[in-house]
């Protein structure tokens, strides 16, 4: 105890026994507060005589402390020691001997506390000690050479490495054995600490989990596979140890509780289940685990992949702008902002500006940027991020878009193809080249893995489905599913109905619907032209146009142009064929009641010459978790935002 705490508890002692005396207190009362006090005197003393111990005689250093004496003790010096505690106050000198001891043993452990938490060091002490808080601040260049944990293999062997990795976990086995799992990313190792003489044992055990530490030591061949780590063949034999961050003691979270699979938890209710929202309020700690290294690791390789194919067919990536000046959707779902005194809205999607691109002549193109959609909704509907979760369904506001448009020579299903092929060349890349991440992804949740194939529905195998739909709809009754009329979307039931079916009959949880309702559709939006209502030449000279446009008719069925693409019953692109015709554009945006005065640059684009094009959308967050069959798109995005999260 230090001396100016001793001093509180003897002023504290010696008030407690006035107050009893005054209050005129029990005499059993009175004589416990003054062995109280007497205790507290007999700490003081201890403190002050071991402070006097370090110091010189007749220093003014060494006079304070002798002044802090309580008046019945003296210091322990040259002089002959003298036991001053009356004979008859055994229990005050047996208080003051326990007080003695337990200094010591303060000053003790303070002492092996300090040497196990290890010293301080700079980049340019770390050779004076093996092990040690290491502070990198830049003050050297690079002159060790790094070792990967995933890259710890048999074959190095009798090799010295440097690695650098997170402490998962520290099991210490006597005074000499500590044994420590190293984690980076996916890939896990087992270290040995082992040491007869020194604290390097007793640092590595007091490494908190988490904690990010440098190891220098020889990998070796263990006797037995260490099951427990994904580099069972070796081990790592360490000679030198730095803690280079330090993690709290307690931590949110434990990745261990995080990591395990829906299985382990079924196997065992008492284990302890992380929710959902406990994970995204400490997101960076769940994003260590093994699944989610996997999950982001992929959502980069369908970009990867994404890209790369796009490029292989003559691409140019774009980058548009996110402030646009209307609603590029035509709907009211925007979020607006205040742009120097008049409004502007977040970017639904990069449409408008594809359009404009293939417009100026690059014929393809493609972006991979973040959407908005203000849509404070709980219900899943067509063309926006949706996930059944507890009863209700929760949209994402910001996700990442992965668009492209094409021109075409004759018809839009050059361009349909051109994506059926993309996803395809997705497909194809994640099961060929990332094996590795998949299996990581898929450990906390197994899903049945169908074929994803070039799609197509064959006339044979639509009828097929109709009857199979038919089937399903007379087993579930006729309340089952809603009526909707032609004009309508397909509704979330629909949708997962026919995803059955495509399964059952094709095998594979991908697939392409086309032809839908033009009333569900943007404004831009190429009509079908067997459409009755723009069944009539669409451009002409003008010179040669003598009689009026033909104007859309309401009340009759209308289709267009469009499509949408499916993985498990889920959409995950939406697309079309665009009208390029800059009158029709305008009677669209009309029909709509969407104002274009304010992107009059898009329509004027068209006036130009241009040429016909389509293309789509697709949504990387849902992609990733429909083709992983994760359980909730929050999982497949690092950060997400809905109507209720805005962070971290």
Same mark, same amino acid.
């Not at 504290?12 to 005499?27: F, I, M, P, Y």
């Not at 032609?486 to 594979?508: F, N, P, R, S």
């Given at each position: 105890?230090?001396?100016?705490?001793?001093?509180?508890?003897?002023?504290?002692?010696?008030?407690?026994?006035?107050?009893?005396?005054?209050?005129?207190?029990?005499?059993?009362a009175v004589e416990a507060a003054v062995l109280e006090l007497q205790a507290a005197k007999a700490t003081l003393t201890a403190s002050v005589e071991a402070a006097l111990a370090s110091c010189a005689e007749g220093t003014p250093e060494y006079d304070v402390l002798?002044?802090?004496?309580?008046?019945?003790?003296?210091?322990?010096?040259?002089?002959?020691?003298?036991?001053?505690?009356?004979?008859?106050?055994?229990?005050?000198?047996?208080?003051?001997?326990?007080?003695?001891?337990?200094a010591k043993a303060e000053a003790k452990a303070a002492t092996k506390d300090e040497a196990v938490l290890g010293p301080n060091l700079s980049q340019a002490e770390m050779d004076s000690a093996e092990f040690g808080n290491l502070f990198i601040q830049s003050t050297h260049a690079a002159t060790r050479a790094w070792t990967g944990v995933k890259e710890l293999v048999p074959s190095l062997a009798g090799q010295q490495v440097w690695v650098r990795a997170r402490v998962a976990t520290s099991?210490?086995?006597?005074?000499?054995?500590?044994?420590?799992?190293?984690?980076?990313?996916?890939?896990?190792?087992?270290?040995?600490?082992?040491?007869?003489?020194?604290?390097?044992?007793?640092?590595a055990a007091t490494l908190p989990r988490e904690s990010v530490v440098d190891v220098f030591g020889e990998v070796t061949l263990p006797a037995e596979a260490v099951a427990s780590c994904s580099q069972s063949a070796v081990e790592l034999q360490v000679r030198r140890l730095y803690c280079v961050s330090r993690a709290m003691p307690e931590l949110p979270l434990q990745l261990e509780d995080a990591a395990r699979s829906d299985e382990q938890l079924a196997a065992d209710p008492s284990l302890t289940r992380v929710n959902q929202d406990v994970r995204l309020n400490h997101r960076v700690i769940d994003l260590r685990t093994a699944a989610n290294q996997g999950i982001f690791r992929l959502q980069s390789a369908v970009c990867e992949h994404f890209r790369g194919f796009l490029l292989s067919q003559g691409f140019t990536e774009i980058h548009s702008p996110k402030m646009i000046g209307t609603?590029?959707?035509?709907?009211?779902?925007?979020?607006?902002?205040?742009?120097?005194?008049?409004?502007?809205?977040?970017?639904?999607?990069?449409?408008?500006?594809?359009?404009?691109?293939?417009?100026?002549?690059?014929?393809?193109?493609?972006?991979?940027?973040?959407?908005?959609?203000?849509?404070?909704?709980?219900?899943?509907?067509?063309?926006?991020?949706?996930?059944?979760?507890?009863?209700?369904?929760?949209?994402? #506001? =910001?996700?990442? *878009?992965?668009?492209? /448009?094409?021109?075409?020579? @004759?018809?839009?299903? %050059?361009?349909?193809?051109?994506?059926?092929?993309?996803?395809?060349?997705?497909?194809?890349?994640?099961?060929?080249?990332?094996?590795?991440?998949?299996?990581?992804?898929?450990?906390?949740?197994?899903?049945?893995q169908r074929l994803f194939t070039p799609s197509a529905l064959d006339s044979e195998t639509d009828e097929r489905a109709r009857a199979r739909i038919r089937e399903r709809l007379d087993a579930r009754g006729p309340e089952s599913l809603a009526e909707h009329a032609? #004009? =309508?979307?397909? *509704?979330?039931?629909? /949708?997962?109905?026919?995803? @059955?079916?495509?399964? %059952?009959?094709?095998?594979?949880d991908y697939y392409i619907i086309d032809k839908f309702p033009a009333a569900v559709r943007p404004f831009y939006t190429m009509p079908d032209p067997t459409d009755p209502r723009w069944c009539a030449p669409l451009s002409r000279p003008r010179s040669r146009a003598p009689g009026p446009r033909p104007s859309p008719r309401r009340g009759l069925a209308a289709r267009s142009n469009s499509y949408d693409i499916f993985i498990r019953g889920e959409e995950v692109t939406s697309g079309a064929q665009r009208v390029h015709d800059p009158q029709m554009l305008l009677d669209c945006a009309k029909e709509k009641g969407v104002d274009l005065s304010p992107i009059y640059s898009y329509v004027d684009s068209f006036k130009y010459g241009a040429m016909p094009h389509a293309g789509g959308g697709i949504g990387l967050e849902r992609v990733v978790m429909l083709f992983l069959g994760l359980p909730n798109i929050r999982k497949s995005s690092m950060f997400p935002r809905d109507p209720k999260r805005l962070n971290p």
């Open positions: 105890m230090s001396i100016e705490a001793a001093e509180a508890a003897v002023a504290s002692s010696g008030q407690r026994v006035r107050d009893l005396k005054a209050e005129g207190a029990a005499k059993e002798k002044a802090k004496l309580p008046p019945a003790a003296k210091p322990k010096g040259k002089e002959k020691k003298k036991d001053d505690a009356p004979q008859n106050d055994r229990a005050a000198a047996k208080a003051a001997r326990a007080a003695q001891r337990g099991r210490k086995q006597g005074k000499a054995l500590c044994f420590l799992q190293l984690r980076q990313s996916m890939h896990t190792a087992q270290a040995v600490v082992f040491a007869k003489e020194g604290e390097l044992v007793g640092f609603a590029s959707e035509g709907g009211a779902d925007v979020f607006r902002v205040e742009y120097f005194g008049r409004d502007a809205y977040l970017a639904q999607s990069p449409q408008l500006y594809k359009q404009m691109a293939l417009m100026a002549d690059l014929d393809r193109v493609f972006e991979v940027a973040p959407v908005f959609r203000s849509e404070n909704s709980l219900t899943h509907r067509h063309g926006t991020i949706f996930f059944h979760l507890c009863e209700c369904f929760r949209h994402m #506001t =910001e996700f990442v *878009g992965l668009d492209m /448009e094409m021109t075409f020579f @004759e018809h839009y299903h %050059e361009v349909l193809d051109m994506l059926d092929r993309t996803f395809c060349a997705v497909f194809d890349g994640l099961n060929q080249s990332h094996q590795e991440e998949l299996a990581a992804a898929r450990f906390t949740r197994r899903c049945e032609d #004009t =309508e979307d397909m *509704g979330t039931e629909d /949708e997962k109905l026919l995803g @059955e079916i495509v399964a %059952e009959l094709h095998g594979q």
